[in-house]
């Protein structure tokens, strides 16, 4: 079992810059992949950006060039850096961890209890 606990939420305006962090509760190395995800009422939880053991990363569309995730091993933490915010991104944003269990690929899934973010305008 992996906790995993957000931080850095918060109220900003628009253009602003918020961080977020995740600290897991064992060494990241035991992950093969960490993410962030969003959702906001009414909607599903979307891809925000995830980054893979290998260092690889992903972007959702809507954000790209506009957050950074990159991941700390020494700190067991995975970060976004979110720059040039927008009421759009306003939404519940939830650290995800996964570990691949055995030959065929199943994973097993962490989230984090979830850190609001609000952007007004």
């Known amino acids: 079992q992996v906790q995993l606990v957000e931080s850095g939420g918060g109220l900003v305006q628009t253009g602003g810059s918020l961080r977020l962090s995740c600290t897991a509760s064992?060494?990241?190395?035991?992950?093969?992949?960490m993410g962030w995800y969003r959702q906001a009422p009414g909607n599903q939880r979307e891809l925000v950006a995830e980054i893979k053991s290998g260092g690889s990363t992903n972007y959702a569309d809507s954000v790209k060039g506009r957050f950074t995730i990159s991941i700390d091993n020494a700190k067991n933490t995975v970060y976004l850096q979110m720059n040039n915010l927008t009421p759009e991104d306003t939404a519940g944003y939830y650290c995800?961890?996964?570990?691949?269990?055995?030959?065929?690929?199943?994973?097993?899934?962490?989230w984090g209890q979830g850190s609001q973010v609000t952007v007004s305008s």
């Open positions: 064992r060494s990241t190395f035991s992950l093969d992949a």
């Open positions: 995800k961890g996964e570990r691949v269990v055995n030959v065929e690929g199943a994973r097993r899934i962490f």
